[in-house]
Structure formats: structure tokens, C-alpha cells
């Protein structure tokens, strides 16, 4: 099948999944409600495959034949000709809970609903819409063009044929798709969660700085980047986002978002796209 693809959603995981996806040659249409985000979004995949140019990746015609298959859309209507729609909204269950019983209306009766949601129930989810076989979690890792992790989350009621064919089109992508089921926080945020609330903990008590526990953590278990600084690339309010459903979902306090972390959200500190959460960053330097 030739697919289709629409992405929900031109924020920093959207236009990542839109980048992928044009790469290889498939037509997109990126959506999202608010124009600015369109442009700035269409604006970090020009920048992301000039880069990409540049490092010897790929070459300027890979780049223009890219660029020329997203096109743009302020309406989810947008979505009807997609054989897939990937949503990559804020991490708000409300919010993906009204897009998918929109797209249930819209899209049509044989497309994939896919989330990238990060931890929120993919049955809950399917739930809102009236064919819930058809929709499955697609979870990519941030940087999406760079990441070689999709894990895909199969709700309660997912059928074979839709896992397959995912399974599939993430392979396609160059990615390597994991099957997990639908837990709060699946497997990869279920585990690196708490981590990271714990290296929050271990600033605001004093244990270290932020440099130290990110080195310690670089160096001492050989992760390419700190959980502080990592905490910053998610966004700081999705991190919290996603402890709130640990927390809700499994019943357990050990999931309770650490203050600091709550007081830095409220504070509009919400890692590298404000410019400053446990670092700062500037345009040029990214710290």
C-alpha cells in the first residue's frame, strides 16, 4: 500500500515525524491549528536537512524532493485522504482525546490513528472513537530523524492487521520498531522517568550540580547525554505531563513529580524551547 501520511501537530515532534516521513518519500500534510507553528515548524525541517547536507547525509536534491512532499494545513480536514494519521499534540489527554474523536469523523473508515502519544493510555484513547482497531500508540524518540527507537504501544482492542502494517512502515523508515503494551508510560518512560526525577531531586537537595549528575551519569553509565539535559530536550512540563500518568495510572507516590521540577514549569522554565530550564541556551551556542 502506498501510504499517505498526515501529521497532527508541527511542534517539535511533529515536524521531526513530518521530516522522516517526506525523506523517504512519502507525501505529508503537516497540520496544526495555529499558522506560527506551521512556519516555524516547516522552518526547523529546513534547517534540520540543510544540516543534514551539510554533514554529507543526504545531498540537495534528496533536501528539495523532501521539502516539496509537506505541504501545510491549518484545518483537520486536511487529514481525510491519509491512509495514516500520526497525531503529535501536546501532551494533554484532553486535548488528544477531542482530536481523535474528530479524526474518527474525518479521516477515513480503513486509515491507521496513530499517537506519538509518550505515556497517555492508547485505550483510553481508541476509546473516543467508534472503530478502536484501528488505532495504535507510535511513539517516536526526540530527535525523531535521528532516533532508531519507534516504540509501538497496541491498545486494547488494536487489531494484528494494524500492528503489522506498523510495524512495517516503521522498518520502512529505517527505524526499529519495539511491540509493547499499554501500561502508563509504556517501557521506555515507565523507566526513564523516574531516573530523571531523581537526578531533579538530587539538584534541589544539593548533591550535586547539574553539570555533576549529568557528567556522573555520561560517564560513570556511559549515557550519551545527562538526565538533566535530557529532561531539557523533552520539555520540562512533559516530564512532568508524564509523571502525573505514572502517578495516576499505577497508584504509586514514587511517581510524584519532584518540587523543583513543578517550580521551574511554573516558572516558564521549560527546558531548550524557552531557552532555559536546568541550563540555559542561546541561539548559537545551545547552552
Not at 18 to 24: M, N, T, V
Not at 100 to 129: E, M, P, V
Not at 136 to 146: K, Q
Not at 216 to 227: E, Q, S, T, W
Request: charged share 20%; glycine share 10%.
Amino acid at each position: 500500500m502506498s501510504e499517505r501520511v498526515a501529521v497532527v501537530g508541527a511542534g517539535q515532534m511533529g515536524n521531526g515525524i513530518a521530516h522522516l516521513f517526506a525523506l523517504h518519500g512519502f507525501s505529508v500534510t503537516m497540520i496544526d491549528v495555529y499558522p506560527q507553528a506551521l512556519k516555524k515548524g516547516r522552518a526547523t525541517i529546513e534547517a534540520n536537512l540543510a544540516r543534514q547536507v551539510k554533514k554529507g547525509a543526504i545531498d540537495e536534491a534528496a533536501r528539495d524532493a523532501a521539502l516539496s512532499r509537506i505541504t501545510d494545513s491549518t484545518e483537520l480536514a486536511s487529514a481525510a485522504t491519509a491512509t495514516i494519521v500520526i497525531e503529535a499534540a501536546t501532551e494533554q489527554s484532553e486535548l488528544k482525546f477531542r482530536i481523535f474523536g474528530d479524526l474518527d469523523r474525518l479521516a477515513a473508515s480503513d486509515a491507521i490513528l496513530a499517537s506519538n502519544t509518550s505515556s497517555i493510555s492508547i485505550t483510553a484513547i481508541a476509546g473516543r472513537t467508534t472503530h478502536p482497531e484501528r488505532v495504535i500508540g507510535m511513539h517516536f524518540m526526540n530527535p525523531v530523524p535521528v532516533m532508531q527507537l519507534v516504540e509501538v504501544i497496541r491498545g486494547l482492542a488494536t487489531s494484528d492487521a494494524v500492528l503489522q502494517r506498523v510495524m512495517e512502515l516503521a522498518k520502512s523508515l529505517g527505524k526499529t520498531p519495539v511491540e509493547v503494551n499499554d501500561f502508563p508510560g509504556f517501557v521506555s518512560n515507565r523507566v526513564l522517568m523516574p531516573m530523571i526525577n531523581e537526578a531533579v531531586y538530587c539538584l534541589m537537595e544539593g548533591v550535586g550540580s547539574a553539570e555533576a549528575i549529568d557528567t556522573v551519569m555520561k560517564l560513570g553509565m556511559n549515557h550519551p547525554i545527562g538526565p538533566l539535559a535530557l529532561a531539557d530536550l523533552i520539555g520540562l512540563d512533559t516530564c512532568v505531563a508524564i509523571l502525573e500518568v505514572l502517578k495516576d495510572g499505577l497508584g504509586d507516590d514514587k511517581y510524584r513529580p519532584c518540587p523543583l521540577l513543578r517550580k521551574y514549569v511554573a516558572a516558564g522554565w521549560l527546558g531548550r524551547k524557552s531557552g532555559r530550564g536546568f541550563y540555559v541556551y542561546g541561539q548559537t551556542d545551545g547552552r
